[in-house]
């Protein structure tokens, strides 16, 4: 069975000192999911605020003097925030895996919708590694590295990748879920902007609607019969 996971380019923890952070794993990428534990919910908090810790310019305002709102201060002051990292898929049978490339970006990761949509091709890096997702008729290709002559790919059914990407939206929210009780104990007063900040660096809403809502939403969303008749 293909996994599909949304993943983080993880950064060296090594002399960051303002919340526990764990040791990222060997594939350079960490999960985003609701089962990490605190510190690795550290790592990716910290990863996501590194990507965005760039000198503030326009109508942003200065960057703090505070070593914690000089850090922060890039992810919360951004209009659009961004990830480092993307969509992880592998194949256990073959053990072959489909990496985000350095040209992708976690924010992005709806752009994948346009494979099932138009059969856009995805490029998401350039040389020396250049992963590419084409709809080849009814089969979704994914090339590890189209500058390598024998690349791993993965292909699997264009209906599958839909419910995948179902399957990322919730680990998103599940990840979020749980960044916001991390936030609460290491961020206490900027708990609810980091979080924030966070859900638009991945491009998902947050708070989530509560499920009443959303199915008066998708109630009201649907003619009754009598209009279904009139139209």
Same mark, same amino acid.
């Given at each position: 069975?293909?996994?599909?996971?949304?993943?983080?380019?993880?950064?060296?923890?090594?002399?960051?000192?303002?919340?526990?952070?764990?040791?990222?794993?060997?594939?350079?990428?960490?999960?985003?999911?609701?089962? #990490?534990?605190?510190?690795?919910?550290? $790592?990716?908090?910290?990863?996501?605020?590194?990507?965005?810790?760039?000198?503030?310019?326009?109508?942003?305002? &200065?960057?703090?003097?505070?070593?914690?709102?000089?850090?922060?201060?890039?992810?919360?002051?951004?209009?659009?925030?961004?990830? !480092?990292?993307?969509?992880?898929?592998?194949? &256990?049978? !073959?053990? =072959?895996?489909?990496?985000?490339?350095?040209?992708?970006?976690?924010?992005?990761?709806?752009?994948?919708?346009?494979?099932?949509?138009?059969?856009?091709?995805?490029?998401?890096? =350039?040389?020396?590694?250049?992963?590419?997702?084409? =709809? @080849?008729?009814?089969?979704?290709?994914?090339?590890?590295?189209?500058?390598?002559?024998?690349?791993?790919?993965?292909?699997?059914?264009?209906?599958?990748?839909?419910?995948? #990407?179902?399957?990322?939206?919730? $680990?998103?929210?599940?990840?979020?879920?749980?960044?916001?009780?991390?936030? #609460?104990?290491?961020?206490?007063?900027?708990?609810?902007? @980091?979080?924030?900040?966070?859900?638009?660096?991945?491009? @998902? &809403?947050?708070?989530?609607?509560? &499920? !009443?809502?959303?199915?008066?939403?998708?109630?009201?969303?649907?003619?009754?019969?009598?209009?279904? =008749?009139?139209?």
């Amino acid at each position: 069975m293909i996994v599909m996971q949304p993943v983080v380019e993880a950064y060296s923890p090594e002399g960051f000192d303002l919340w526990p952070t764990a040791v990222a794993g060997p594939s350079g990428f960490l999960p985003l999911h609701s089962a #990490l534990s605190s510190a690795e919910v550290g $790592s990716a908090v910290m990863c996501i605020a590194k990507c965005n810790d760039i000198d503030p310019d326009g109508d942003r305002p &200065p960057r703090p003097a505070d070593p914690l709102g000089s850090f922060l201060h890039g992810l919360l002051t951004f209009d659009t925030p961004f990830a !480092s990292g993307g969509l992880e898929v592998t194949d &256990p049978s !073959s053990g =072959h895996a489909f990496l985000p490339g350095c040209c992708d970006g976690l924010e992005d990761w709806r752009d994948w919708y346009r494979l099932i949509e138009d059969g856009h091709t995805l490029t998401f890096g =350039h040389e020396p590694v250049s992963p590419v997702a084409e =709809h @080849v008729g009814a089969t979704v290709r994914l090339t590890a590295n189209t500058d390598q002559p024998n690349s791993p790919v993965i292909e699997l059914p264009a209906t599958d990748l839909r419910a995948l #990407l179902a399957g990322v939206e919730q $680990s998103l929210l599940g990840f979020l879920d749980r960044a916001a009780a991390w936030a #609460l104990v290491h961020l206490p007063n900027l708990d609810v902007p @980091v979080t924030t900040a966070l859900a638009r660096a991945m491009d @998902v &809403p947050w708070p989530p609607a509560p &499920p !009443s809502i959303q199915a008066g939403a998708l109630i009201r969303a649907e003619p009754s019969s009598a209009q279904r =008749h009139r139209s």
